[in-house]
């Protein structure tokens, strides 16, 4: 069964860091574009941040400079180190990632369960 499962979330203070992560599991052929989106309460689901296979890398304008996002391919696992942490932040954070399938070479885009992150100020 192919699934993203993410860790790391949690509650901080205003200021700490978390770090998430996000592996895939099951009959991969391989992975393309992996990124993060976050839900926080009462809001749409927006983007955080996005990686490529090469490593290219794209945040929000409310990220940028405080959060990085990385991958190891080898390990079918994407990043995201988040520092300086605000308020603003707290929000259910959910992996995606485009799969391509073992079982027909078809390109799939897979959701994770999503982890809650809470920042007190």
């Known amino acids: 069964q192919v699934q993203l499962v993410e860790s790391g979330g949690g509650a901080v203070q205003a200021g700490g860091s978390l770090r998430l992560l996000c592996e895939a599991s099951?009959?991969?052929?391989?992975?393309?574009?992996m990124r993060w989106y976050r839900r926080a309460p009462g809001k749409e689901r927006e983007p955080v941040a996005g990686i490529i296979k090469i490593g290219i890398t794209n945040y929000a304008d409310s990220v940028k400079g405080r959060f990085t996002i990385s991958r190891d391919n080898a390990k079918n696992t994407v990043f995201l180190q988040m520092n300086s942490l605000k308020p603003e932040d707290t929000a259910v954070y959910y992996c995606n990632a485009d799969l391509r399938l073992r079982s027909n070479y078809k390109t799939v885009s897979y959701w994770g369960q999503g982890t809650q992150v809470t920042v007190s100020s």
């Open positions: 099951g009959s991969i052929f391989s992975i393309d574009a």
